[in-house]
């Protein structure tokens, strides 16, 4: 099964689901493609290395 969930909050990419797999992220609320969680992911942890400097 093939379906539709939503789109991606940061690029309006079509996010969905095959078969219980959700081909990207729920965070907050708010849904997120893979591309655009991993580029969310790598952003937070160059703002963590900021933090520590
Ligand atoms: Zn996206």
Redesign the pocket.
């Known amino acids: 099964m093939y379906e539709k969930v939503g789109?991606?909050?940061?690029?309006?990419?079509t996010?969905y689901c095959e078969d219980g797999f959700l081909d990207?992220v729920h965070h907050e609320g708010e849904l997120?493609?893979?591309?655009?969680?991993q580029?969310r992911n790598l952003q937070k942890l160059e703002n963590d290395e900021e933090l520590r400097q």
Request: net charge neutral; hydrophobic share 20%.
């Open positions: 789109h991606c909050t940061e690029c309006d990419k996010v990207g997120f493609c893979w591309k655009c969680d580029k």
